[in-house]
């Protein structure tokens, strides 16, 4: 069964700055390309940074209050710090929040939550900008074919996992919805044929009943398992 990672729903054709890029520079690239932010990269496509929408409204938010406060905290020190920044190097949030090309779709979309940011730089081994992923892009995924979907279902999950009972089950997809029936030989494995459905890229429910001999959680024969 085949794990979608995120290089195959990144965008390859990644706009970056460099760290001397000026502020000015940076609002145009962001305006222009209807971007919230975009990585910052040093001589060597090492990712060092990324500048957002945020880091740049500090000069507007600080605007005429230059004097710091008594007793600020580092926050505020660092928000009012980007607000007086010229270039990237000053402005950007370090260090990033970036993410591996072989790192599975699922990884990525638990540190986009977790970070609460909308996209991330793509990287390879070396720290090199490769390319973005973003919100959108890991759901590109539910707009898989349904016919993808089934072959995946029934190459990678019944032949694979459950050649005895392959020939015994019935793959249904629609629009993502998948729909299991007939019969195996235990409950567990009904069980588990179910959660595997459920992790091929592109599933969005699993639905449908699928019978059992034995119930091999309680000892109990024979039954159906609904979902």
């Keep these: 069964m085949k794990t979608w990672n ?24 962001l305006v222009s390309h209807r971007f919230s932010a975009v990585p910052v990269v040093d001589d060597f496509q090492r990712v060092t940074g990324v500048v957002s929408e945020a880091d ?36 950007m949030s370090s260090p990033p929040v970036v993410v591996l090309a072989d790192t599975p779709i699922v990884a990525a979309a638990r540190l986009m939550d977790t970070e609460e940011v909308k996209r991330l730089p793509v990287i390879d081994d070396l720290g090199r900008l490769i390319g973005i992923v973003s919100r959108g892009d890991l759901l590109k995924v539910h707009l898989r074919p349904d ?62 009943k699928l019978d059992y001999d034995l119930d091999d959680t309680t000892h109990v024969v024979p039954g159906s398992i609904t979902y």
């Design 147 to 208: 016919d993808e979907i089934l072959q995946d279902i029934e190459g990678g999950v019944l032949r694979a996992f459950f050649a005895d009972e392959s020939k015994t089950v019935t793959v249904e997809v629609a629009e993502g919805v998948v729909t299991l029936s007939g019969r195996v030989d235990r409950r567990t494995t009904a069980d588990l044929a179910v959660r595997l459905t459920r992790q091929v890229a592109g599933v969005v429910e699993v639905a449908g």
């Design 6 to 29: 995120v290089e195959d729903v990144m965008t390859k054709a990644v706009v970056s700055v460099r760290q001397d890029a000026s502020y000015r520079s940076v609002v145009d690239l």
């Design 56 to 91: 740049l409204l500090r000069k507007i938010e600080y605007a005429g209050n230059e004097e710091p406060r008594l007793f600020e905290g580092r926050r505020r020190r660092g928000e009012r710090g980007k607000a007086l920044a010229g270039i990237a190097a000053d402005l």
